[in-house]
């Protein structure tokens, strides 16, 4: 029998498209963003009555509607100005050069197949010209819009915008505005002033949902989702409140009530329950670090006590050697045996594989080469995840080390004020001093 055999069919809780509860669905209506979406009207509705509109920054923390409102706007005008008004939707997240976003541009500009341009091998000049050529040829009004606009800044810097703004200055045929969408309030500060006044732009601020507002959300998207009297009123409360947690995320609060219809109609119930919610939370923020210290076989999580603390001791110049030593005052103070050296390494090259620790190996002269470890995380939840261990919850590091053999290369002031990288190339300019 078919593995999925048993989840075919229809469902009894519900009466449409559970893809109405993701986060990238966008509704016929946005409760609590009246305001703002009116806002965005006025602007662009300058091409109703043929004039450029001015550029526009929307600003709001993650999953406050900024995207998905300003799709349902453009959406929206395109309907009403019909072949008048071309809309051009970027993703700097995706397209996060000048190069590529020009590209993008006119290829969005392009007759057919024939007539688009190749990714790479165009210089950015000729690109350029030809998204001008284009845009003056068809004429009308374009809406350029770059949806994390902060990621296009701060991989390219300003002149990546200056580029795009300076579109809008040579399209003389047509008339072309942009409008960016972020979540950095600070965008424009580190900006320079010629480029600034170029944006001459309108400023629209999302705020952050609040508990109710949140309630308000899921109750209508719920709706035509899911049978009547199947989502406890209870659970859409709490829901709410999770999400009035995180900033107000709407996005995030969504996928909690999805997940809890999911986990309802694959266990078989008749009704989301505040269990459902709970589940769908834990399901939803699974501490994948917690879960991957948690499996780990016991010596594993030993000897990544041993690096934890040693760490702790000295953020700088974590060495196999004294990991070693501290794996086996822990097993000592235990009682557990300890394994070889040899086996030791290979576990932190284990624990480098799973994503805990970062390791480089470097010729120390007559020491020989080196292994430096790092734990990657923060060391009070790593030891805190480690010592909910039965085994290990007795643990009290009162023999744990450091090594002395490289204090003569700095003092502890130098070193806390040593990036790892600086350390590691002073140690290695000591082992070469040292040969010599």
Same mark, same amino acid.
């Not at 946005?30 to 600003?59: A, Q, W």
């Not at 399209?171 to 600070?186: E, K, M, P, Q, V």
């Not at 557990?336 to 594989?353: A, G, K, P, Y």
């Given at each position: 029998?078919? &593995?999925?055999? +048993?989840?075919? =069919?229809? /469902? ?9 509860? $993701?986060? *990238? ?126 990621? &296009?800044?701060? +991989?390219?810097? =300003?002149? /990546? ?9 040579? $399209?003389? *045929? ?263």
């Amino acid at each position: 029998m078919n &593995l999925f055999s +048993k989840y075919s =069919g229809s /469902s009894d809780l519900l009466a449409g498209d559970l893809g109405r509860l $993701s986060g *990238s669905y966008v509704p016929e209506s946005f409760p609590h963003r009246e305001t703002e979406i009116d806002h965005i009207v006025r602007i662009l509705s300058s091409i109703m009555r043929d004039s450029r509109p001015s550029n526009i920054l929307i600003y709001g923390k993650t999953g406050t509607g900024k995207t998905s409102t300003t799709q349902y706007v453009t959406k929206m005008l395109s309907e009403a100005a019909g072949e008048k008004v071309r809309v051009c939707f970027v993703n700097c997240q995706v397209h996060d050069s000048p190069y590529s976003i020009l590209t993008t541009l006119v290829n969005e500009l392009s007759e057919g197949k024939d007539d688009l341009i190749p990714p790479m091998g165009w210089p950015l000049d000729r690109i350029y010209g030809e998204l001008i050529a284009r845009i003056n040829g068809k004429g009308g009004y374009y809406v350029l819009v770059l949806d994390e606009i902060d990621r &296009l800044l701060q +991989k390219n810097g =300003g002149d /990546s915008l200056y580029v795009l703004l300076k579109v809008i200055d040579d $399209s003389t *045929s047509s008339r072309t505005s942009l409008i960016g969408i972020t979540n950095d309030a600070n965008i424009l500060d580190g900006l320079e002033p010629r480029i600034r006044s170029r944006m001459n732009q309108e400023s629209i601020l999302f705020s952050p949902y609040n508990a109710s507002d949140l309630r308000d959300i899921i109750s209508f998207r719920l709706k035509g989702v899911v049978k009547a009297n199947v989502v406890e009123e209870s659970a859409i409360n709490l829901c709410a409140a999770l999400g009035a947690q995180e900033h107000g995320d709407a996005r995030k609060a969504l996928d909690l009530m999805r997940i809890s219809v999911e986990i309802a109609m694959r266990e078989g119930r008749k009704t989301i329950t505040d269990k459902e919610i709970y589940e769908a939370r834990d399901r939803f923020e699974m501490d994948v670090v917690k879960e991957a210290i948690k499996t780990l076989p016991l010596q594993s999580k030993i000897v990544l006590l041993s690096a934890v603390v040693t760490q702790e001791l000295s953020s700088k110049l974590m060495i196999t050697g004294e990991i070693y030593e501290n794996y086996r005052n822990i097993c000592n103070e235990l009682g557990f045996m300890s394994l070889t050296s040899r086996r030791v390494s290979d576990i932190l090259s284990e624990l480098e594989d799973f994503g805990l620790l970062s390791a480089t190996t470097r010729s120390m002269g007559r020491y020989g080469r080196t292994r430096f470890i790092k734990v990657m995380g923060q060391l009070d939840l790593f030891k805190k995840h480690l010592l909910e261990d039965d085994n290990l919850s007795m643990f009290q590091g009162s023999r744990i080390v450091r090594q002395s053999r490289f204090e003569n290369v700095f003092g502890n002031k130098e070193e806390r004020n040593l990036t790892d990288r600086e350390l590691e190339n002073k140690l290695s300019n000591f082992a070469d001093a040292d040969l010599q």
